[in-house]
């Protein structure tokens, strides 16, 4: 082999080419088990969906099953008893991104902001997003996030506050990207049609343009991942072997260069198929009963 293609096998991640199933689930075994940086979290159970009232006990009972495997959570709604869950976290050593959501439901909004502000200032939260993808889903303008963000900023002065969403959205959007203290961005090689084969590099181009802009601030990416069933999407293949070898080659860059990664997701989630098709039921790491996918 020559150096060139050496670097670009590098560059690229895991070489893959020798590796059975069974190699890789492994690999990742012995990936989670040594602990990951960073997990999205939902407590929600079969049956539920946003706007469902989730308990303290499911929350526990979720949280207990990734503890032994993270160090830190992302949340992503104060209301509904998500506000919940950064007590409960801490409860077992997590550090807590704690979010709000934000939609056109200004009503709502106001009540995730207090909830938020709330949950910052008993001391359960050591990141701050304020929105996700509100502004790749068109339900607010710039403008109207701008506000929710620096009104935020104005009532919890001293925390780290940012707001989450597409890498290229910090890119097109200067304004959101200097009001912002933490950069969120979420890096998906999946949804633009990317093959398994180039989606590492693919999703390190993404992080790295969004340093290059940030202007020396932390770029946190706080979504990525791969689902393991599913349609395809353009040529980006939902299966399990792809979906380890995303998750291998993500945790071990994270790991060997410090990137912090919020990985999606701790949790299959069937209510997504009302919004994504069928793939988004199986972004989790666990299943939807809370059970592991790959073995322990």
């Known amino acids: 082999m020559s150096f060139r293609s050496e670097k ?4 690229a991640g895991e070489d ?3 590796k059975s199933i069974g190699d890789l689930i492994a690999m990742y075994n012995e990936l989670l088990d040594s602990g990951v940086h960073g997990l999205c979290f939902s407590a929600y159970k079969e049956g539920q969906a946003p706007g469902s009232i989730i308990s303290a006990d499911q929350i526990r009972e979720r949280i207990q099953i990734i503890k032994p495997h993270t160090n830190w959570i992302r949340t992503f709604s104060c209301t509904d008893g998500n506000e919940q869950i950064p007590a409960i976290a801490k409860e077992y050593g997590l550090k807590v991104m704690v979010g709000a959501w934000l939609s056109d439901d200004k009503e709502k909004n106001e009540q995730e902001i207090e909830n938020l502000v709330r949950v910052v200032k008993v001391g359960d939260a050591d990141l701050v997003a304020v929105g996700n993808e509100v502004l790749y889903r068109e339900e607010l303008t710039e403008e109207e996030l701008l506000e929710y963000i ?17 890498y290229y959205e910090f890119i097109n959007r200067p304004a959101v990207t200097d009001a912002c203290d933490v950069i969120y961005a979420n890096c998906y090689p999946f949804w633009e049609g990317c093959h398994i084969d180039y989606s590492h590099v693919y999703m390190k181009n993404m992080y790295y343009g969004v340093l290059q802009i940030a202007k020396g601030k932390k770029v946190i990416i706080s979504e990525t991942g791969w689902p393991n069933k599913g349609t395809a999407f353009e040529v980006s293949e939902p299966s399990a072997e792809n979906a380890l070898r995303y998750f291998i080659n993500t945790q ?19 209510w997504k198929i009302e919004d994504e098709g069928d793939v988004g039921v199986y972004w989790g790491l666990w299943d939807k009963n809370g059970k592991r996918k790959y073995g322990s």
């Open 8 to 11: 670009i096998l590098s560059l």
């Open 252 to 270: 071990k860059w994270s790991k060997e260069e410090n990137i912090e990664v919020m990985y999606f997701s701790s949790f299959d989630e069937s």
């Open 16 to 18: 893959f080419q020798q």
């Open 150 to 166: 620096f009104r935020v900023k104005q009532m919890i002065p001293g925390a780290k506050v940012g707001y989450v969403d597409a």
